[in-house]
């Protein structure tokens, strides 16, 4: 009714001629000072009472706007937007007008409400270490993560149902499992939601769930400044059991002047060992890693780099462009032969170079024994275990391999790699899972050592008066160099070192002190090295 009084006033204002500057008005109904919109994007009109032209403007444009309409009512529209926010949220509207005060409109509209659930509350992992969450959320969320947890590329949030991929790192324990929780929350604490919990276990994955690879990732041929045609060093690796074999020839130091016709080293592709190669590998059933000798004076000195694509790109005159080839390729680096004699007064020197190389994940590991040039370096094993590198033997041959005597091996890093394939193999290099086996030493990580002395040993004793017989059979073709070591006072051993042979048995007798019924009989394995030249502790009870 006062709307129509108004209008009313103002068309008998027009037709009377009385309009004056001191009669100028501009009004809103108090009902319409405070608009309440829903979360959807709607529209409502309000009428203004005026008797001059206005205008309005919204504080929040972006989604509130004021339109002026013609109309003599409901003559200014307001329309606001979707609300994705998770806030309650007002603009002010000013409806102005010269010569009269302005008159503000309150627009508030409802938030969305928040939608957070998984589908799954529990995840095993096994096998495995890869898994995913599906989660449905209309807000940014975020997830709190074990420190053994990771997200996987790819998982940008995206509104709705969604899936998520994590990998758990490799659990390897005496303990049977482990447990986390993962947490999903909204990454802003504005919006309120409680954050949803999914419990996760992962199984230990011991030894047994992994293939033990025969591999020689340092190899010679005359494509740099070796003797042997790279088939021939196929053939070798074949003879001595390898599973894998990387041929690393030298980028730099290329010898060689009596190559067949065809072939000149200055003319020929970094990949021709490997070329050539490849065939009688496959035909062996050896797998061939594609690898280069990046190989410069001390610092930087010589450094493998394996799982290249093309060898030829890590030809370079400055070196540190060959590591960043080599890194752009994914490529697995390995600093070699600290121990090498020609390193002068240099052997075993940590160059600043080397924490550079390091910081820049462009070493992986270090070759802690180099068969032909140094043998096993106590420092580089040191160095590994300090820094959590790999650990790493090659032949380093340039010259014909003789075949062995029986007993007798060439030295190989043991890879524990998931499965026989170059991406397994890969996956355990860059994870550490690896041991040297040098003469009759098994150089690594106590974790793989111990695992690999209990599936090779069986453990058996007979208790006869005060005497205690203990047999151990060797099911493996290791040997074991046994010491007693820390011997309970109250034990008496026959012995104080042995050797259980490959495949071999060996008793040994323990007399208890009167009235004692057992003990712990602590040995150390002198050929397994878990620390630079210190065997592995080892206690049977009896
Ligand atoms: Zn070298
Ligand atoms: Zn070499």
Known sequence: MKRIFFASLILFSILSGCNTKEDSFLEVDANSRSLNFGVEASYQTITVDANVAFRATSSHPEWCTAVVLNFPTDNLGISVKTNATFDVRHATVTISADGVADVTITVNQLSATPVLSVIQNHILIGGSLDFSLDVHANFPIVFDLPAWISEKEGNIWTSGAKKYSFTAFPFFDPLPSREATITVRAASSSVNIQPVSVSIVQLSDGL??????????????????????????????????????????????????????GYTLQNTSHNTSYDLAEAAAKEKGIILIRGSEISRDVPPGHHGAIFLSDCNELDKS????????????????????????????????????????????????????????????????????????????????????????????????????????????????????TAVYHGDN?????????????????????????????????????????????????????????????????????????????????????????????????????
């Not at 021939?232 to 001595?240: G, S």
């Not at 599973?243 to 009596?258: K, P």
């Not at 069986?458 to 047999?471: I, L, P």
Request: net charge negative; with cysteine.
């Open 208 to 261: 047994q769930s992994y293939v033990t690879l025969k591999c020689d990732f340092h190899i010679h041929t005359v494509f740099s400044d070796g003797t042997v045609w790279p088939v021939t060093r196929v053939e070798e690796a074949y003879r001595d059991g390898l599973d894998v074999m990387s041929i690393t020839d030298h980028l730099e130091a290329r010898y060689r002047t009596n190559l067949p016709a």
């Open 318 to 433: 400055d070196y540190m462009d060959a590591f960043r080839a080599a890194k752009a390729r994914n490529a697995f680096l390995s600093f070699n032969h600290p121990q090498y004699s020609g390193y002068g007064n240099q052997i075993n020197v940590w160059f600043p170079v080397l924490t550079q190389l390091l910081s820049q994940e462009m070493m992986h590991g270090i070759e802690i024994v180099n068969n032909d040039y140094g043998g096993y370096s106590p420092i580089a094993h040191r160095w590994c275990l300090d820094n959590k590198l790999t650990m790493l033997g090659g032949t380093d041959t340039h010259y014909p391999i003789p075949a062995f005597a029986v007993g007798k091996h060439r030295t190989m890093t043991l890879v524990f790699a998931r499965s026989r394939t170059p991406e397994a193999i890969y996956e355990a290099l860059m994870e550490r899972r």
């Open 442 to 542: 098994i150089i690594g990580e106590e974790k793989y050592l111990k695992q690999m002395f209990e599936n090779a040993l069986q453990w058996s004793m007979v208790k006869n008066g005060n005497n205690v017989e203990v047999t151990v059979k060797n099911n493996s073709d290791l040997p074991f160099h046994m010491k007693t070591a820390n011997l309970d006072p109250r034990l008496v051993v026959s012995v104080y070192s042995f050797t259980i042979t490959p495949k071999g048995t060996y008793t040994l007798t323990v007399s208890l002190l009167e009235g004692i019924t057992g003990g712990d009989l602590n040995f150390s394995v002198e050929n397994f090295l878990v620390e630079p030249n210190v065997g592995m502790k080892y206690t049977v009870g009896i």
